[in-house]
């Protein structure tokens, strides 16, 4: 999450005009992520992204009121799912049952 600077990115259509901002699409491509802000928060932009590399991990996104003086919104959103460690499973140590 965070403030990327890239606001001729089309995230409906997932281009852009700027060689730069090209760039950046490449690499979230290339990453396999999302980005699920879906209205503009900053003069008609979507600058400030949550980008997941999980559909449906990300939710309940809103945007709220500025914060002092800043011209950009505050973002709210909800971590849906938590992430489960993985357990290594040794068969040969499993407990044995009374």
Not at 4 to 33: G, M, T, Y
Not at 47 to 73: F, P
Request: net charge positive; glycine share 8%.
């Amino acid at each position: 999450m965070g403030d990327f600077n890239h606001p001729n990115i089309c995230w409906r259509d997932n281009a852009a005009e700027c060689k730069q901002s090209r760039k950046f699409l490449e690499c979230v491509d290339d990453n396999f992520l999302l980005q699920v802000i879906e209205e503009p928060m900053r003069r008609g932009a979507m600058l400030d992204l949550i980008l997941t590399n999980k559909e449906g991990l990300v939710g309940d996104v809103k945007l709220k009121g500025s914060l002092g003086c800043s011209d950009h919104k505050m973002v709210e959103f909800r971590i849906l799912r938590a992430v489960r460690r993985a357990q290594a499973h040794y068969p040969g140590l499993q407990e044995s049952r009374l």
